[in-house]
């Protein structure tokens, strides 16, 4: 039999932005909150991030991805909180109704507000179609992460990483210190797709090679991975005799991550091209009025802290959500202009500060980061270095919107 | 397990398990020799997974008699068995009026085939059925239907073990010796002594004929690669939408399909190969692929690509020759007792089922076996949980706490599925076959998510880590434990590291 309840509040996902979303909703008054989480446990992928350097913004220090997440795991307990483990959500309409389910059954939750924290998924082989044969030994860094630090288990011995995304970065030292040889990272991009941080500590630190402008051209070996064939690229094409062979047993991709909309996508909920996540406001409401989104589904973070705050921004909204019936209108526009991929929230109340997000097209040195109206300057920011790897998080004050309809932001001097 | 069988099966694909489980009904001791670590691992788990109707064979050529008939018996095969069918139609497209001759010539030959219904269509109609193609003209024909091939090869073979069927996996045959009624198969495994002998050995079959001392096939191996798109765009057609065939080619041109699960698929490419293993994928076919669907579907987009394939057809013609190649299923008058099954590519699925029945009535013809008189018809595996209303889905879960337990998030498989699909008849142990009997790790992700817990219940079943392989000794999952790895020897025994 099909169960029915009520929630004031649904958080889907108990990764790092459903638990603060979840427990922000809470604080804010709202009266019953449930978050529901696929897995055994909550924290998400910080589970099997056991290095350190999370709650550098947050807390001031470098946590473990498990001290994190327990950080938050506590507080959702500590706000009394539904927590539901091993449950999936099948199916989210457009009217707030979730079909969920577990062991227990199926179970129908008329949500006032629901919140989107269902997080990524790694970009897999096929979608980069690599060609060559198919053997095993070809694995996600997230899947590798998974399977050495949560299952003991170790993939390989002689490793090539292809792209160089955070994970990989993080996996190439983690395979290191367990002993396995991390031949290269090749990147097929000009510059490397991680954090400079972790360029230097995982890579440089352990005399790991990094090849820019350099992807796997062929995967070698029936059975398992022999090797691969790496080579040089003008743009996404090889250079034709740049080819060389590569000895591995295991690649690694660390090739990109994308978010996980499909829920989003049920619900009517308009996603943005460019980021692949909701568009969604200042108080992180999508288009779909009641719904909200926050952390990796929205946009992939560089950093696990300016997830939280952002989570926590939409829980509050969400429970404001629920007692108002309605959230102030946010009709300034966020215009994405010179050097930016996108910019979020795309569209703001002017009610209060924002803190914008956004990621730049290119690295680029002695620049800044410009807010205009109408041709007024309202913020200029200079940045001694930009990067693609990281997401650059530039407030804007109450005051800066009043009398604008339409802001501008650009990549200027 | 006895070593003596009546009949012997040579290769584990759809025919090989069709024709196995035709003679289950019957009280024959039957083997199946599988060289790979599961069924339908060859040409019959990488196809477009279409049955059809017997448009594109030569009128009195014996594949158009058994396509014909296997499309007639294919929908209740499906059901007995559930496996997925569905009768989504077929439109052949041509993209302008230089073309129409050969749509009007394809549906005069379809009916004389025997066809049920064939009409040839204007722009307008194509609109209106696929408002996303773009075409001159087409020939619809509504009785095509997709399947999934692996699943029904699997379905066939475990219903076969069901009813009583040895399957051995992995168990190449590398030499025949004998004579009818005391066969000797050699294989790795041991020797097999058999009355009669099917060789439905597909891309091995002139290879296996060759061992029982025929030398008069060869097998031209032609590779087609496919690229998979994903769920999320896979409304953009509803029936399967072909080219007008290349002249004097080797395949039916690049098609559309959908799959049963909600996918579509683009391809295959024709490239003739010397090594019939070669299942690599290439970027200029793939590039190739986009462009040339494209033509037909202008809204297919690069990045909805999840991952490519490829199948190799087993032909009887050269790439020099081209042209038709008739199947080729025959008692070789000097050389009796083996029934040689050659060349069986597109339509082999389709035609499937009436393969093995006629193959099935050479052996009773021969062996005058009687009835089984408890022979189980049906599957014997979990329901796929996707494919129930959310009622059935509900009342599964209310009875089975493992329906409730989502395994696989992009394909929507429960611990249930992979349970049974951990236990399968066969003993086939692989990851991939897990993947093809639950289709878990085969959706968007490609088991980034799922593969974890996959190994998990797989260890908790019994196959020890270091065991695991994706497909069959030498695919090894892993290489030791984390600790392992760094400390020379195995954390969990003890023992001295792997040497692989």
Redesign the interface.
Known sequence: ??KMRSADVAVIGGGPAGMAAAAAAKEAGAGSVILIE?DEELGGVLNQCIHDGFGTKVFKEALTGPEYAAIYADKVRDAEVETRL?A?V?ELTEDRVL?V??????ETIEAGAVVLAMGC??R????I?I???????VY?A??VQ????????????RVVILGSGDIGLIMARRLT????EVACVAEILPYPSGLARNVVQCLEDFNIPLFLNTTVA?IHG???VEGVTLASVSGMD?IPGTERFVPC?TLMLSVGL?PEN?LS?QANVSIDRVTAGPVVDDAFQTSNPGVFACGNVLQVHDIVDYATMEAEIAGRSAAAYVADGTLPEAEIQIKVGDGLRYVLPSHVSGLDAVNFTMRVTKPDQNRAIVFSSGGKVLRRLKQQALSPASMARVRLGKARFSDTREILVEVGD | MTDKFDVAIIGGGVVGCAIARALSRFQLDVVVLERDVDVARGTSGKNSGVAHTGINVPTGSLKAKLNVHGAAMFESLCRELDVPYKQVGKLIVALDESQVPDLESMQARGLANGVPVLDIIDADEIKRLEPNITGYAAVHAPTAAITCPYSLTIALAESAAENGVEVMLESPVTAISGEPGDFTLTTPKGAINAALIINSAGLASGEVARMAGVERWRIFPCRGEYVILDKSVGDMITRMVYPVPPKGGAGLGIHITPTVDGNILLGPSTDYIEDPEDVDTTVDVRKQLLKEASEFLPTINPRDVITAYSGVRPKLTSASEGGFGDFVIEEVPERPGIMHLVGIESPGLTAAPAIAEMVAGWVTDKLSPAVRPDFKEGAHTAKRFREQSREVQTSLVDNDPDYGRVICRCELVTRREILSAIENRLGARSINSIKYRSRSMMGRCQGGFCGPRIVDLLIEEGVPFDELNLKGDGSWMFFDTSKGLREGHDSRTGEAVIER
Not at chain 1, 124 to 127: I, L, Q, S
Not at chain 1, 131 to 137: E, F, K, L, N, V
């Open positions: 039999m099909i696929r091993e999936t099948l079909t389910l577990s062991e227990e059954g199926m998924r790694e897999p082989r096929g979608a179609g060609p060559g044969s198919r053997p095993a030994g996600t997230g899947a998974n399977y050495m630090n949560l299952r003991n288990l170790a993939v390989g011995r210190l367990e002993g396995a062929e029936a059975k398992r090889v047993d994308i499909e996508r």
